[in-house]
C-alpha cells in the first residue's frame, strides 16, 4: 500500500506565504504522477495542481496559476506545493494524491492514493 503525509500546513496571514511537503512511501515514488487538492468546509474537493512521474510537466487551475507551484525531489520521495499571495479564500484541508497510471492527472478520479490531509488557515 501507498503511503502520504502532508505537512507544512498552518495559519498565515493574508498575502502570506506557505510550502505543504508531501511524503510518500511503500511504492517507487518516481514512476508515478502526484497531485494536490484542496477542500474547503462545506465545499466539494477541488483540483489545486499536477506534476508529472519526472517533475518535467505541471498544471494548474487558471485561478492558480502563478501564485501556486507544484516540485517534487524524487530521491526524497517527496511533492511540495509552495503557496504565495495567499487569500482567505484559500482556506482548506490540502490532500496530496498519487495517480498509478498516467504520466500526469488533473481530474480527481485518476488518483487513487491519498493523504490524511493538512490544515490550511489564512486570516483576513
Known amino acids: 500500500q501507498v503511503q502520504l503525509v502532508e505537512s507544512g500546513g498552518g495559519l498565515v496571514q493574508a498575502g502570506g506565504s506557505l510550502r505543504l511537503s508531501c511524503a510518500a512511501s511503500g511504492r517507487t515514488f518516481r514512476i508515478y504522477a502526484m497531485g494536490w487538492f484542496r477542500q474547503a468546509p462545506g465545499k466539494e474537493r477541488e483540483f489545486v495542481a499536477a506534476i508529472s512521474r519526472s517533475g518535467s510537466n505541471t498544471y494548474y487551475p487558471d485561478s492558480l496559476k502563478g501564485r501556486f507551484t507544484i516540485s517534487r525531489d524524487n530521491a526524497k520521495n517527496t511533492v511540495y506545493l509552495q503557496m504565495n499571495s495567499l487569500k482567505p479564500e484559500d482556506t482548506a484541508v490540502y490532500y496530496c494524491?498519487?495517480?498509478?497510471?498516467?504520466?500526469?492527472?488533473?481530474?480527481?478520479?485518476?488518483?487513487?492514493?491519498w493523504g490524511q490531509g493538512t490544515q490550511v488557515t489564512v486570516s483576513s
Open positions: 494524491a498519487l495517480a498509478p497510471r498516467v504520466t500526469i492527472a488533473t481530474t480527481r478520479i485518476l488518483y487513487d492514493y
